[in-house]
Nanobody, 124 residues
Framework: QVQLVESGGGLVQAGDSLRLSCAAS????????MAWFRQAPGNEREFVAF????????YYGDSVAGRFIISKDTAKNTVDLQMNSLKPEDTAVYYC?????????????????WGQGTQVTVSS
């Protein structure tokens, strides 16, 4: 079990930007894949972004492609999500997740380790 802690959420206006961070600890060497998911009240957990290793592979959900950027600092074991041009429909709790393996996986049930989530609220 890897410990994941998200930070950086908050209340912003539509069109603004936010940068979320995920700090990982507790034996993360074998967790080669990291991802961000989000979940709004009453909705299913939605895939946002995926990163493998030091960033040799990145993949984004259709709703955020072109607006969000995922990155990783391998030395510090942190994964960041730069969110630009935020929309009210981006409002959700954002979760960091980790799994073993190199395959691009967008199904949240395939991820074993999760953070507590950080709230992002975008007003119109």
């Amino acid at each position: 079990q890897v410990q994941l802690v998200e930070s950086g959420g908050g209340l912003v206006q539509a069109g603004d930007s936010l940068r979320l961070s995920c700090a990982a600890s507790g034996g993360t060497d074998s967790f080669s894949s990291m991802a961000w998911f989000r979940q709004a009240p009453g909705n299913e957990r939605e895939f946002v972004a995926f990163i493998r290793g030091s960033g040799e592979i990145k993949y984004y959900g259709d709703s955020v492609a072109g607006r969000f950027i995922i990155s990783k600092d391998t030395a510090k074991n942190t994964v960041d999500l730069q969110m630009n041009s935020l929309k009210p429909e981006d409002t959700a709790v954002y979760y960091c997740a980790a799994r073993r393996g190199s395959t691009i996986v967008t199904d949240p049930s395939r991820y074993a380790s999760w953070g507590q989530g950080t709230q992002v609220t975008v007003s119109s």
